[in-house]
């Protein structure tokens, strides 16, 4: 079976579309957390249930869309293994097959940065005045 580079290069914008509209979610239940909190609506002395309830929605939306980010960059990873094995590559489909690594460490970075988030959200709502 003959690989087609432009069937190859479909399925990276596909993935691509894919692992832009995965982060919208999470970005608006942050954004709300976020916008909670700078108005005081949401502060270390709010009930416990409540920032229970925050914390369990942003940890929800962040498993989420983690997972959702690194199936899609194992996906691509795979397509730019495929890329290397295309007849005929062209520039971009060279510079696609480049990518592997950087995907790699852009799910490193999301990961890292998920528990960041987490963090300074449960330190922010459980802290001493």
Do not use: C, H
């Amino acid at each position: 079976m003959t690989i087609r580079e432009k069937d190859l290069l479909q399925i990276w914008n596909g993935q691509r579309s894919q692992r832009i509209s995965s982060q919208l979610a999470p970005t608006i239940l942050l954004a709300a957390v976020l916008a909670l909190t700078a108005t005081g609506k949401l502060t270390y002395k709010s009930p416990l249930d409540i920032k229970a309830f925050a914390i369990g929605l942003v940890a929800a939306g962040g498993i989420f869309s983690v997972s959702g980010m690194l199936a899609s960059i194992n996906d691509s990873r795979a397509l730019t293994r495929a890329m290397r094995e295309a007849n005929e590559v062209s520039q971009l489909g060279m510079s696609i097959s480049g990518n592997a690594g950087l995907l790699s460490f852009t799910g490193f970075l999301y990961v890292l940065l998920g528990i960041f988030n987490m963090t300074v959200l449960v330190l922010f709502l459980f802290k001493r005045p």
